[in-house]
């Protein structure tokens, strides 16, 4: 079940007090403009934009969609969500990209706080609420919470216990969870508009990783970055093992790709999965010859199976996926990250595309 976020502290609602960036419909409360990057999503869309419209916030919400050439009903049921309330706007995404879908989105947007929320997310009722408080409280540019894996399935739900531990990602905070502080990137994201104007929005150029890209250009121009744990939004988790294989070598793929873009990114995080899959491959290929290289592979296989017992919240044959799950995570992004071609971006600055228009001067906060 959908773990509800704690509410902020009196303190942090006074703090959403701020006449100065008041252009919402209740005094003193800035509107929201929610952007949604839409493709392929009839399965969870009706249930994310509910979780935006519902949201406990009492300020103006606007929601954009900006949707890409999808190829089930997820157009179809836009246009149903669009009609039947009129805090729902769509644009076209010809590309299909990420990135040109936000972009477009914050194009056609009016508020000066921009809430970024993915087809298959869902929020917490006070998502909003707090993460206006955070805004104000810390000054931050950006503020994220968690990626708070939620499956259905029984496969779903097992990939979601790797996605939410460190044996799964290692010690991303907003997967595994932490105290609230700086980081170095945030889970989707609530941006005060002029720093999004200022930095040119997403690089369009970057298919993953934009999130991670565009809070490392926060951070270079003295943008702080803040994450709490009190801000979460439910992931649904890709359905199949072929899905989580490609979700996970694109992930290595892509970071591989912010680390040519912006030198010195990289840390040991970054660079485990890589080496396990030459200490894997090595071990596997070089037992042949010497037998004793065989227990690289084998104590891997061993860590992950013996590791996933662990794993909380699961039944028993949940539990069976995570021999599969595990390595399927980490190898993947290991092989996307080693393989990721020069070629998908060069470096570079950021191209012109990414570039939103501002539909309004920003005011102070």
Same mark, same amino acid.
């Given at each position: 079940?959908?773990?509800?976020?704690?509410?902020?502290? %009196?303190?942090?609602?006074?703090?959403?007090?701020?006449?100065?960036?008041?252009?919402?419909?209740?005094?003193?409360?800035?509107?929201?403009?929610?952007?949604?990057?839409?493709?392929?999503?009839?399965?969870?869309?009706?249930?994310? +934009?509910?979780?935006?419209?519902?949201?406990?916030?009492?300020?103006?919400?606007?929601?954009?969609?900006?949707?890409?050439?999808?190829?089930?009903?997820?157009?179809?049921?836009?246009?149903?969500?669009?009609?039947?309330?009129?805090?729902?706007?769509?644009?076209?995404?010809?590309?299909?990209?990420?990135?040109?879908?936000?972009?477009?989105?914050?194009?056609?947007?009016?508020?000066?706080?921009?809430?970024?929320?993915?087809?298959?997310?869902?929020?917490?009722?006070?998502?909003?609420?707090?993460?206006?408080?955070?805004?104000?409280?810390?000054?931050?540019?950006?503020?994220?919470?968690?990626?708070?894996?939620?499956?259905?399935?029984?496969?779903?739900?097992?990939?979601?216990?790797?996605?939410?531990?460190?044996?799964?990602?290692?010690?991303?905070?907003?997967?595994?969870?932490?105290?609230?502080?700086?980081?170095?990137?945030?889970?989707?994201?609530?941006?005060?508009?002029?720093?999004?104007?200022?930095?040119?929005?997403?690089?369009?150029?970057?298919?993953?990783?934009?999130?991670?890209?565009?809070?490392?250009?926060?951070?270079?121009?003295?943008?702080?970055?803040?994450?709490? %744990?009190?801000?979460?939004?439910?992931?649904?988790?890709?359905?199949?093992?072929?899905?989580?294989?490609?979700?996970?070598?694109?992930?290595?793929?892509?970071?591989? +790709?912010?680390?040519?873009?912006?030198?010195?990114?990289?840390?040991?995080?970054?660079?485990?999965?890589?080496?396990?899959?030459?200490?894997?491959?090595?071990?596997?290929?070089?037992?042949?010859?010497?037998?004793?290289?065989?227990?690289?592979?084998?104590?891997?296989?061993?860590?992950?199976?013996?590791?996933?017992?662990?794993?909380?919240?699961?039944?028993?044959?949940?539990?069976?996926?995570?021999?599969?799950?595990?390595?399927?995570?980490?190898?993947?992004?290991?092989?996307?990250?080693?393989?990721?071609?020069?070629?998908?971006?060069?470096?570079?600055?950021?191209?012109?595309?990414?570039?939103?228009?501002?539909?309004?001067?920003?005011?102070?906060?």
């Amino acid at each position: 079940m959908h773990r509800p976020s704690p509410s902020p502290e %009196p303190d942090d609602a006074t703090a959403l007090a701020d006449p100065a960036g008041a252009v919402g419909d209740a005094p003193g409360l800035p509107s929201i403009s929610v952007v949604m990057p839409i493709l392929d999503e009839e399965r969870h869309l009706e249930e994310a +934009v509910a979780a935006v419209l519902g949201q406990d916030y009492p300020g103006r919400i606007e929601v954009i969609l900006a949707l890409g050439p999808s190829r089930d009903r997820t157009d179809e049921i836009a246009a149903r969500l669009s009609a039947g309330d009129a805090r729902v706007r769509t644009v076209p995404n010809p590309t299909g990209r990420t990135p040109a879908a936000l972009n477009a989105a914050i194009a056609a947007s009016t508020a000066d706080i921009v809430v970024r929320v993915d087809g298959h997310g869902v929020l917490d009722h006070d998502y909003v609420r707090t993460a206006v408080g955070l805004l104000e409280e810390t000054g931050a540019a950006n503020v994220g919470g968690l990626m708070d894996a939620e499956g259905v399935t029984g496969f779903e739900r097992a990939v979601a216990a790797a996605m939410t531990s460190p044996l799964g990602v290692g010690s991303s905070r907003f997967h595994t969870g932490g105290d609230a502080g700086p980081s170095d990137t945030v889970y989707l994201g609530v941006f005060r508009r002029e720093w999004l104007t200022r930095l040119g929005g997403y690089d369009d150029r970057f298919v993953r990783a934009q999130d991670w890209e565009l809070n490392h250009r926060i951070r270079a121009a003295g943008g702080l970055v803040w994450f709490s %744990p009190s801000l979460r939004v439910s992931y649904r988790p890709r359905a199949t093992l072929r899905a989580l294989a490609r979700q996970y070598r694109d992930y290595g793929r892509w970071r591989r +790709v912010v680390a040519r873009q912006h030198r010195g990114t990289i840390n040991a995080r970054y660079l485990a999965p890589p080496a396990v899959l030459v200490a894997v491959s090595a071990g596997a290929v070089g037992g042949f010859f010497w037998a004793p290289l065989w227990v690289l592979p084998a104590g891997y296989l061993a860590a992950t199976s013996l590791g996933g017992l662990t794993l909380k919240g699961l039944t028993g044959r949940e539990r069976l996926w995570l021999p599969a799950i595990l390595p399927t995570m980490h190898l993947s992004w290991g092989w996307g990250f080693l393989t990721s071609p020069r070629s998908l971006v060069p470096v570079g600055p950021a191209a012109p595309s990414a570039t939103p228009q501002q539909q309004e001067t920003p005011r102070a906060h």
